[in-house]
């Protein structure tokens, strides 16, 4: 198959002083509960961590009341279900991956939690060198953005396996066992955001970089501070070098 390569998309936290937009990671949120949950978990996120995102305290026990998880055992032994709260983390549609691959044709829909960072495809050099300092780190959203809209109905002559939709984008083999999860309309937005695909599939792919890595806002300015310490501090070391050796001719 030939395989594409995603197209660079315009993100709000590209860039060394790149920060997320709360408001589209509400709707990446959004995208992420109402359609991708049915078959994809997100095992190390937290209800609590939703406060990211702009959500009072108050909220976040609201959203986590919606869900239900395991808990126990009682003192029976026994496990029981109850209302989640803000400390648990989002319950997994399925028990195990036996059962995810037996409802999907034998794929396992892959854990959400860092999948932003998993797949963010090799760039090779010399392309990586300049992303050191532009801080490209937003190859995984594009490639999410590009799966989402990149489904193609004619295979080109390629013979697609039953159980399978053709896909492009798609690393491994332009085959995958998701089909097109995404139609427009099918999310209300109620900000004024175009219920397209394309902009659920831009939300959503937000969101899921933000999930595998919430502190990058953090990360950024402290390596910014970082940055100007180091060259004050460099120099400062070179004006010293020249004055200890000063005197040797
Ligand atoms: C795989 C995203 C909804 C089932 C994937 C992958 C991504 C993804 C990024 C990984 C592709 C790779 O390995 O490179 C999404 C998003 C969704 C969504 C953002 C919501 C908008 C769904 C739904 C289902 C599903 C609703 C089930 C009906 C699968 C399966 C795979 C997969 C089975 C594995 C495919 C394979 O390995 O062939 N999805 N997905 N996904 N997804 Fe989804």
Redesign the pocket.
Known sequence: YPIKKPVEQDWSFAGPFGTYDKGQLQRGFK?YRE??A???SMNLVAFRNLEDLGYSEAQVRAIAAEYEVEDGPDDSGDMFMRAAKPSDRFPAPFANPQQAAAS?SG????DFSL?AKA?AVERGFPTFVFDIFTQYAEAGPDY?HA??TGYEEDAEGHEVPEG?YYNPY???SAS????P??SEGMVTYDDGAPETVDQYARD?SAFLMWAAEPHMEARKSTGFVVMVFLLLFGGLMYLTKRKIWADVH
């Open positions: 995208v359609v991708c049915a078959c994809h999907n794929a396992v829909p892959p999948i797949r999410i799966l989402l399978t798609f690393i491994s995958l066992a998701m089909a999860p995404l959503v």
